[in-house]
């Protein structure tokens, strides 16, 4: 074994290319466009979230109507999963054709996708089921952005230089899922259709700016599709999301999905063919996933701790809003109506943390590494997680705000950095396909999240909700056989109700407020019944999820430490395999000094 050393590792040189001539201003035009691009998909991730409300009264549909729940769940879920599953296809297609030629369709699409959104002429259940088809096609766009982003800047920078760009990036995506919230909760109420509209200025602009400006660096490898891999995989994958967005709806008697026959069918035969996918992936001579990249142990720790972090942090922006559309707004007097988008605007110090620890954390890791931000942004996160399970539900707003805006800057301190040791441990002619992997393991762990903290918040409710409510509502004079028929509901419905923005007593009970005295009825449907009603089971479920996401990010950061100290591979790779070939790559089993 060679020994360690401390000192600069000269410069290699990459392989020949026929890149374009460049100034020295393009990094920032490159840097500019792609974080409009990504912050433009990001924004849509979560845009439709406050939402909601409006656009299910803009197409007439009642969302807690049996049946139209799946429409609820896949307006929700259908963008995710989609980039979940497409990212890294199209990352290996940047890698072959060229990362801002696809980069240049995204925003093409996304642009095309976003205009249609706005335009329907249906009505009803027709409306919700075609624009559930259009964020689909909306998806792949955001797909094609967040996957060939990362690459084309790590092409654009030195290697001295990533970590801030790449934080800016990274921190502006994560961000944009949080402004999204609060410009779906300003313009839904204005009309359902400039939720939509609002992308395409800057999807045709940044269409027309990223033709004009964007430059091919990357170095092409052609290759032939791994037409198997891309099936198997995004089958697996697909079937895998899909379970898991409908094992959090009731099933018969019972009050989630996860033993309906469809999930366990979706899930088993998903991670069956995800296993096939691995086994074609080691025998073709051109695999869409490039497993051999896992052998390098930045890139792999650095993905382990993404996927963690997306664990712990993914369901975090749904339970949040959830409290605070359900309980501790109407709790301080704002109706059910105005909820939504108070909900947004009390959760910018979250977006406030990411915005000021994001591109510091990226300058600095270019100093010093990735591991000592990333793991220290990990800590912080799960302290902040633990003070989130101190406050009690009706909290101090200004110790609430403290704490996400710790969470923030924990999350912010690790995204960056984390980013940047993916991208510069990576060769460069496996960017993006390296980039399109780790954004699969992200978008993936943020639909499981998803999944994983509502599983664990109804089970919370479950165990009393259901006495309390039938307590509650029969006390207040409703009859015995109404108040059994609501308590009877699945938490879930309860759950969407408050998300959505909805009254829940008044849009459950419906018709049976107008037998009870108008006294009863209006405080059943004021703000203070059903806050007070769910606080305790809801605190309940709120402590287990949090227990989820502390352990998620404690791992997470001990995967970030075992990552090694700053390696880049153009600087470190190639000396390593002109003196000793054994440590071309840092593997799993080796230690690489900066």
Known sequence: MPPATSQPVPAAAEPATDRPAVGHHYKWIALSNTTLGVLMATVNSSIMLIALPDIFRGIGINPLQPG???VLLWMLMGYLVVTAVLVVSFGRLGDMFGRVRMFNAGFAIFALFSILLSVTWLHGTQA??????????????????????SAILTDAFPANERGLA?????????AGSFIGLVLGGVLGPISWRYVFLVSVPFGIGGTIWSYLKLR??????????????NVTFAAGLIAVLVGITYGIQPYGGHTMGWTSPLVLALVGGGLAALALFCFIETRVADPMFRLALLRIRPFTAGNLAALLSGLGRGGLMFILIIWLQGIYLPMHGYSFTDTPLWAGIAMLPLTVGFLVAGPVSGWLSDRFGARPFATGGMVVAALSFVLLELLPVNFQYWQFAGVLLLNGIGMGLFASPNRAGIMNSLPAERRGVGAGMSATFQNSSMVLSIGIFFSLIVLGLAGSLSSSLLHGLTAQGLPAAAAARLSALPPTAIMFAALLGYNPIQTLLGPALAKLPASHAAYLTGHAFFPSLISAPFAHGLDVAFDFAIAACLVAAVASLLRGKRYVHELHAAPAAADYPERAVPSLNTTTSA
């Open 68 to 70: 139209n729940t799946t």
């Open 128 to 149: 919700g089921w075609y624009l559930i088809g259009m964020r689909i096609m909306q998806g792949i766009g955001g797909a094609m952005l967040m996957a060939n982003s």
């Open 166 to 174: 790449l934080g800016l990036n990274q921190v502006a995506g994560i």
């Open 216 to 229: 091919e660096l990357g170095i092409r490898k052609p290759a032939r599709l791994d037409w198997w891999g």
